[in-house]
């Protein structure tokens, strides 16, 4: 079965710097890959996913992903973070071909200092 | 187009009370999903609905809990009677029904629930 480790469960960054959210996942196979943002009162919304092809993901709010098969990462990168940007972040894992069965990390809170 | 909703937004019941959450996912979409954190933990599957039918109920913790969805519209979990280990945020997440191809799943902002 598949399942994500997100190994860092606080960080903190100042505004301006730049941000990396790691991510491990374990499955037999290539899955499919989600990161998803809380902010404080919202629900989950989606930043990315990568289901195959280009292994550098794009995703809204100037996040970005690259999957990288070799060490089961999908970590998440944004350039510059915004104060706006403090939230929780879940990565999750899915198979392909099932709409069941998906597997969240248990998130990493994001604060950013001004 | 609306998102998913759920309500309450918050409950606050005592030990052995009954809870019933309400979740209204995305018009059109025949996937209903409603998964679980519990203290801070990762988020947990409970269960998936496909129109009005359960296709999955694994992670379903115990005959205390109880999911419909009639007509296969709106979705209900109803906690009878709640522990203390029931607390926690509950989220609904709905996707459109693409037979063998996983489609992106949305969320709801969750119901928390504290059991006293």
């Known amino acids: 079965a598949q399942s994500v480790t997100q190994p860092d469960i606080h960080i903190t960054v100042s505004e301006g710097a730049s941000l990396e959210l790691r991510c491990n996942y374990s499955?037999?196979?290539?899955?499919?890959l989600f990161w998803y943002v809380q902010s404080p009162g919202q629900g989950l919304q989606l930043l990315l996913k990568?289901?195959?092809?280009?292994?550098l993901v794009q995703g809204i709010k100037g996040f970005e992903a690259e999957f990288k098969r070799s060490q089961s990462s999908f970590n998440l990168r944004k350039p510059s973070v915004h104060w706006s940007d403090a939230a929780e972040y879940f990565c999750?894992?899915?198979?392909?071909?099932?709409?069941?069965?998906?597997?969240f990390g248990a998130g990493t809170r994001l604060t950013v200092k001004p | 187009e609306a998102g998913v909703t759920q309500f309450p937004s918050h409950s606050v019941i005592e030990k052995g009370q009954t809870v019933t959450l309400r979740c209204d996912p995305i018009?059109?979409?025949?996937?209903l999903y409603w998964y679980r954190r519990v203290m801070g933990k990762e988020i947990k599957f409970l269960l998936h609905?496909?129109?009005?039918?359960?296709?999955?109920e694994s992670g379903m913790p115990n005959n205390r809990f109880l999911a419909e969805r009639t007509g296969g519209t709106y979705s209900t979990l109803k906690v009878q009677p709640a522990e203390l280990e029931d607390s926690g945020v509950y989220f609904c997440?709905?996707?459109?029904?693409?037979?063998?191809?996983?489609?992106?799943?949305?969320f709801g902002p969750g119901t928390r629930l504290l059991v006293l």
């Open positions: 997440a709905s996707s459109q029904d693409h037979t063998g191809r996983r489609e992106t799943q949305y």
């Open positions: 499955y037999g196979a290539t899955p499919y």
């Open positions: 990568y289901f195959s092809g280009d292994t």
């Open positions: 999750a894992v899915g198979a392909p071909h099932n709409n069941n069965d998906m597997r």
């Open positions: 018009s059109g979409h025949d996937n």
């Open positions: 609905f496909v129109k009005e039918s359960k296709q999955d």
